[in-house]
């Protein structure tokens, strides 16, 4: 079921919680709505959801559901299924009868016989491998299980859209991976259209077939992970997506200074502000004519596919973060106090505009 928001605005008094925003959801997309905090994320999901209302303004709004106008249509009508943070379990159901809560209370029309009702609610629980504890209570569950649950208990009705509201929010990080390799694993094959909320990068990445990045009530930029990576439409998004170095100073004749720092930049003369994410950041024990970037590594996590380094210098407002491969790391035999040169592979700029952000990456 494909989902079209057009011109949806939402005010709470003088706050106005999302400028008018327009939409476009394709049929069985993975959708995740990522932003800061008050970045109108849950106000955009509740109003999909039906649970709030858009603003009237001079302009129409709609919400369509496929062919479906829905804008006027109650929640309970909008065929939709719902995951919260806060696993909002039944506690005196069994995992069961959670599951079949909402196939239970059908009006007797669309009432699936008992016998599909257990058929479809075993299916769901193996899908989610939780068939072997049907018969607990919530209590008795893990979160991550109690999510999986509600998870199941959301497909049971065959929804046309699933809302999930920072569904992993309050499940440690393990937990978060693996119900993430659930959901999307679920959403494939039982090709429903999803929409999600999180302030969580890497798990708006991982997860989304697209990504709708917002702050304050506005949508900075939808596209797909790799290309929002790669391509941010302005310095809010890159700065939202990832770690980002920062190198400030002043141009004069093609170097950019700072302190004791250099860099040779093809750019106008005046104060600039490059950034650098921290795979850019080569490290060497040599400076070289055109490069002088003079650090000291502080802190080191080996952890993981490549090595953290932490790096300080008198001439930096924030410590730089590098990642560095593990046999950089063991030819270099880095430890902390060492004194190294840091050598920009690639840097970005942000133009700021009256209307936009123009960006520039450079080779170094
Ligand atoms: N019921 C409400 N009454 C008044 N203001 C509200 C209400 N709901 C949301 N807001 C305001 O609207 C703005 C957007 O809130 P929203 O909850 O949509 O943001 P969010 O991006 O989901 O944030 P978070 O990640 O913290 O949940 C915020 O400034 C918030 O304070």
């Not at 069961?96 to 075993?122: C, H, Q, W």
Request: net charge neutral.
């Amino acid at each position: 079921m494909s989902i079209r928001l057009e011109n949806i605005a939402k005010h709470f008094g003088n706050t106005q919680a999302l400028e008018p925003v327009n939409l476009d959801i394709c049929e069985g997309e993975l959708v995740g709505l990522l932003g800061p905090s008050g970045s109108g994320k849950t106000t955009l999901l509740r109003i999909i959801a039906g649970l709030e209302s858009a603003d009237r303004t001079s302009q129409p709004s709609r919400i369509m559901f496929g062919e479906r106008d829905v804008t006027q249509v109650h929640v309970r009508d909008r065929r939709i299924g719902f995951v919260f943070q806060h696993y909002a379990l039944f506690r005196h159901m069994s995992v069961y009868d959670n599951v079949a809560f909402g196939l239970t209370v059908m009006p007797k029309k669309e009432r699936p016989s008992n016998g599909e009702i257990r058929a479809r609610v075993f299916r769901l629980l193996e899908m989610v491998k939780l068939e072997h504890l049907a018969k607990r209570y919530p209590a008795q569950l893990s979160g991550g299980q109690q999510q999986r649950v509600s998870l199941a208990r959301a497909l049971a009705v065959k929804p046309d859209v699933l809302l999930l509201d920072e569904p992993f929010g309050a499940l440690d990080a393990k937990v978060r991976q693996d119900l993430r390799r659930w959901l999307r694993r679920l959403h494939s094959e039982l090709n429903f259209t999803s929409v999600f909320v999180t302030h969580d990068q890497e798990e708006a990445l991982e997860l989304s077939d697209r990504v709708v990045v917002m702050s304050n009530g506005r949508i900075e930029q939808i596209d797909a992970p790799d290309t929002l990576y790669h391509s941010p439409k302005n310095r809010f998004v890159f700065e939202f997506l990832g770690d980002v170095n920062h190198l400030e100073g002043s141009v004069n004749n093609g170097v950019l200074t700072c302190g004791d720092a250099y860099l040779h930049v093809d750019l106008s003369n005046g104060p600039e502000e490059l950034l650098l994410r921290p795979h850019e950041v080569r490290l060497a024990e040599q400076a070289s004519d055109t490069c002088h970037l003079p650090v000291v590594v502080t802190a080191i996590s080996p952890v993981g596919a490549e090595v953290r380094v932490e790096l300080e210098a008198d001439w930096l407002a924030k410590p730089w973060l590098a990642t560095v491969r593990h046999a950089d790391f063991e030819r270099l035999a880095m430890k902390r106090g060492q004194r190294l040169f840091a050598h920009p592979r690639q840097w970005h700029r942000f133009e700021e505009e009256p209307q936009n952000t123009a960006r520039q990456t450079r080779a170094a």
